[in-house]
């Protein structure tokens, strides 16, 4: 074998990995999406109140918010690989515990195993594709989180194929979904676990360049954290609004049925896939800040027509959200990760938990609004949370996060 030849090998293997945990990704948010998908089908079959379906949310979201952070700080220092297929497992039995379902418990309970199940994989599969980037550290990002969006995208059209026609019991079409997913993260970790030594190395040195170049001052960090949490805050309630409460609103405005409101979801996920991917080579090219505030702010023009749109217009302006709001979530991940190197899996951690978290808390907050008003106006309240993302021109620039030698756009 030429020397060129062996030297592109651990390249092309890295990109594999890339891929494997973009489509580990893409498998674990189509399930866990299909959820909140669901929630028409889990009230008439249950007769759950709006309350109670948003605690089913609040499970599913707080189990991987608390816990995502607490694996990624543990696993920066104590990697360990075989949490990938375990995390995949966790989810399988929450398919099962979907599709048997009874009642409110059991489906609290299957809500909390596919939260578990999320919560391990965020984190270390964010490590792996931390990894296997090289340099392209917000390509590989923009990579891993829009296997995410891509599933999220699929989620609407598999319940409305799926699951609308066969019930709860569709979900036992999920199950194979999480089969695959353990053969792939099992892959995945045997990879993940040849590189732990010499990861453990870089993170010693990279922690102690950081160190050296960039004291940055506790009040600086909590400051920029402060801003990031506000802006995450912004985007997953308002998320949280359309992937749990939308498609109710849209059968009560137009008189049609779930099928169809699963359309505009899917176009708002489908367009969010297409932002995703952009996001992280246009920050590359026009500066993350910039990028962030877009991906919230501009989102708001399009936000607040939504509620007064027809079934068509809905489609459209779904599109144009989902493009721009989807665009800035991984950016403001490696934003985040450049203002404290050495530190991906506790960032990821937190940046996901607190997604994962906040949408959970806002679904059960919706939910109990909704039953003391109504559907139509918590929908049109929500379509302006966006506007919170003026709060981006606060953060400071990017060159004040990167190191010596590194450039980025102002």
């Known amino acids: 074998m030429s020397q060129p030849a ?10 594999v990995v890339l891929f494997g945990v973009s489509l580990a990704h893409l498998l674990n948010d189509a399930m866990q999406t299909a959820v909140p998908a669901v929630f028409p089908i889990f009230q008439k ?28 700080y543990y696993t ?10 375990l995390g995949m497992v966790f989810t399988l039995l929450g398919m099962v515990g979907l599709a048997f379902s009874p009642g409110l418990a059991m489906l609290l309970v299957s809500a909390a195993l596919v939260g578990v199940g999320s919560s391990v994989l965020h984190p270390e599969s ?60 099992w892959y995945i970790g045997k990879w993940y676990g040849q590189q732990m030594t010499a990861q453990a190395l870089a993170n010693k040195a990279r922690q102690a360049a950081a160190k050296s170049e960039q004291a940055f001052s506790k009040d600086f960090v909590v400051f920029v954290m402060t801003i ?40 708002l996920q489908f367009a969010g896939m297409v932002g995703t991917l952009l996001g992280g080579p246009l920050a590359d090219r026009f500066g993350r800040k910039k990028i962030i505030w877009f991906s ?23 599109l144009a959200i989902g493009a721009i709001l989807m665009s800035g979530f991984s950016v403001i991940i490696v934003y985040a990760q450049e203002m404290l190197p050495g530190q991906v899996g506790m960032i990821s951690g937190l940046f ?28 049109q309240i929500c379509a302006y949370l966006p506007l919170l993302g003026i709060l981006a021109v606060l953060l400071p620039k990017d060159s004040r996060l990167m190191g010596p030698g590194q450039s980025a756009k102002a």
């Open 76 to 85: 920066d220092h104590k990697p360990m690989p075989g949490l990938l297929p």
């Open 352 to 379: 996901f938990g607190l997604s994962f978290g906040m949408g959970g808390l806002g679904s059960v907050l919706l939910g109990w609004l909704i039953d003391q008003t109504s559907i139509a106006f918590i929908i």
């Open 126 to 185: 964010s490590r792996v594709a931390h990894l296997a980037a090289g340099k392209g550290k917000g390509t590989a990002q923009s990579v891993f989180q829009v296997g995410g969006n891509t599933g999220q995208a699929l989620a609407p059209l598999m319940v409305a194929f799926i699951i609308a026609p066969q019930g709860q019991l569709g979900f036992l079409w999920f199950t194979l979904l999480a089969v695959a997913g353990i053969g792939i993260q």
């Open 296 to 318: 919230i702010a501009g989102t708001a023009p399009f936000s607040i027509l939504l509620p007064f749109a027809g079934p068509v217009g809905s489609i459209f302006l779904c």
């Open 6 to 15: 062996m030297a592109v090998t651990p390249r092309r293997t890295a990109n």
């Open 228 to 267: 990031l949490v506000l802006l995450l805050f912004s985007k997953f309630v308002y998320l949280a609004s359309m992937t749990g409460y939308y498609s109710f609103y849209f059968m009560d405005k137009y008189g049609l049925s779930l099928e169809r409101a699963q359309v505009s979801l899917f176009a």
């Open 45 to 72: 079959s249950m007769q759950l109140s709006f309350a109670e379906i948003g605690w089913v949310a609040f499970t599913l979201n707080v189990t991987a918010s608390i816990l995502q952070p607490l694996i990624g």
